[in-house]
């Protein structure tokens, strides 16, 4: 005989997230498997993740916490969801002061060495001062790059002051302040991934084929990436893990990417990203489904603190 079961009925979701996404942008801070896993381990979880766009401002109140997948900017709309989503009380990564001190590299820089958090040998030149830099001022290589790059762009190696010169001047051109940066050579930089205040995963990302540089802009546009390794966050150098801390915690309580160079017993940070990537079989290599979780509970965890307030 036929066992008649009752249909299931979906669970009522405990909380709606909504996940900004930009499906032209390359790359991304999340790709479309990564994103797909994000919204199975959110059913798992009783959280109906929801994928919006940039034109879906104005419906953002009908979710409980907006998790933000493309690259931010200040003078964006990524910036205008941010803040409309804590005007609202929803919970949010990131959130509007985290994108703020993360995109500009020169407070960054500032708030960095004022912590005595180490960094690498950094001067900003504002227009006008590149002919009054003396010539000693400057060792090379040095790294020529602009306050709110992102994923490489806006970043140059100068070899000598000719070029220096150069890089320094068409970056002037569309911002009123540059940083020159000593070169520290490293075959892979660390990325360690920081989430309220916790170390949750460790990289080495490293350089692309012949280039200096993890991701290598072609003029076609073509970008190509170098090669991840990812390894248990206590696998990972210590000192590494201290100093990647040591900065995020001066940013907030958000998610963080903590960009690290180790050259023997040094460790400097280049740069703290307020957007990290999170993709399959890179930052999730180690914990696998488990990475996906962590962020969700803790989007969770701050709406149940916003609730119980």
């Given amino acids: 005989a036929l066992i008649w079961r009752k249909p299931k009925l979906r669970a009522a979701s405990r909380y709606d997230m909504a996940i900004l996404v930009n499906p032209d942008e390359t790359p991304p801070p999340s790709d479309e498997k990564a994103l797909k896993k994000m919204e199975r381990v959110g059913e798992k979880m009783g959280v109906d993740v929801t994928f919006i766009g940039k034109r879906d401002l104005r419906r953002l109140a009908e979710y409980d916490a907006l998790f933000i997948r493309e690259t931010t900017a200040i003078d964006h709309h990524t910036y205008r969801f941010a803040k409309r989503a804590q005007a609202e009380g929803m919970a949010v990564l990131d959130d509007p002061d985290s994108i703020v001190k993360c995109t500009n590299k020169v407070y960054l820089h500032e708030l960095l060495s ?7 040998r950094t001067r900003v030149l504002q227009k006008g001062q590149l002919e009054g830099l003396a010539l000693d001022a400057v060792t090379y290589p040095a790294v020529v790059k ?18 220096l010169e150069q890089y320094a001047r068409e970056l002037l051109r569309e911002s009123d302040l540059i940083l020159l940066q000593e070169f520290v050579y490293t075959e892979f930089d660390w990325r360690i991934g920081v989430l309220n205040r916790q170390p949750i995963f460790a990289c080495q990302y490293f350089m692309s084929k012949h280039h200096w540089q993890i991701l290598k802009h072609g003029a076609d546009g073509q970008v ?22 040591a900065a995020a915690n001066l940013i907030g ?48 965890r701050r709406l149940d603190e916003r609730r119980a307030r």
Avoid at 114 to 120: D, E, F, G, I, S
Avoid at 224 to 245: I, Q
């Fill in 224 to 245: 190509t990436e170098g090669n991840a390794r990812t390894v248990a966050v206590e696998d990972a150098p210590a000192e590494v893990v201290k100093t990647a801390l």
């Fill in 253 to 300: 309580d958000g998610f963080y990417g903590v960009d690290i160079k180790q050259a023997g017993e040094r460790v400097v940070v280049i740069e703290v990203n307020d957007n990290p990537n999170v993709d399959p079989g890179v930052e999730d290599a180690v914990l696998g489904d488990r990475l996906y979780e962590l962020i969700l509970e803790d989007l969770a």
């Fill in 146 to 163: 602009i306050p709110d790059g992102s994923f490489s762009r806006g970043v140059h190696k100068a070899e000598n002051r000719e070029q």
């Fill in 114 to 120: 004022a912590n005595r958090v180490p960094v690498p």
